[in-house]
């Protein structure tokens, strides 16, 4: 057999695998969603924040994507010094829907709190909010589609 041969053999058998090792599974774009999400809340940056939620989201207090851009563009403005701190306790991927668990803890500065510093307004130490993302795949890509259990502060 010619080297050639050998090469193309090669290339057809372990193109494939490299593709298949190589391509981010759907836990790990779910998971690295996440972080980008938390990473864009701490940085206040509402379009970086959106970029993760469908144009059709909707939960369990009304809200929709327009109303969750416009109270997070408020929320940022009134608060500073955000830390946010997560830990997936669970993903269940279905084809093209997604259920996440998650313990959420956020801390932040709030008007009229100077010189205190930060403050836990979703969760504490002790007992982080309990939350569940439920996201669709558009083309390749997880969109938050509804919450369960975002804290609303009115």
């Known amino acids: 057999m010619s080297k050639r041969m050998i090469a193309?053999?090669?290339?057809?058998?372990?193109?494939?695998?490299?593709?298949?090792?190589?391509?981010?599974?759907?836990?790990?774009?779910?998971?690295?969603?996440f972080k980008k999400g938390a990473k864009a809340i701490q940085e206040e940056k509402p379009e970086e924040v959106m970029a993760a939620v469908s144009f059709n989201y909707t939960d369990e207090h009304g809200l929709s994507y327009l109303f969750l851009k416009e109270g997070t563009t408020r929320f940022f403005a009134q608060a500073d010094n955000i830390k946010v701190d997560?830990?997936?306790?669970?993903?269940?991927i279905k084809k093209e829907t997604?259920?996440?668990?998650?313990?959420?803890?956020?801390?932040?500065?709030?008007?009229?709190?100077?010189?205190?510093?930060?403050?836990?307004?979703a969760g504490d130490a002790a007992k982080p909010v309990?939350?569940?993302?439920?996201l669709e795949k558009e083309?390749?890509?997880w969109l938050v589609i509804r919450t369960e259990g975002l804290p609303v502060w009115h």
């Open 86 to 92: 997560y830990v997936i306790t669970g993903i269940d």
């Open 8 to 33: 193309l053999l090669l290339l057809i058998f372990i193109g494939p695998l490299l593709f298949y090792l190589l391509w981010p599974s759907d836990e790990s774009r779910i998971r690295k969603l």
């Open 139 to 141: 083309r390749s890509t």
């Open 130 to 134: 309990q939350m569940k993302f439920h």
């Open 98 to 121: 997604a259920a996440v668990a998650v313990e959420v803890k956020v801390a932040a500065g709030l008007p009229g709190e100077k010189g205190r510093g930060p403050a836990y307004i």
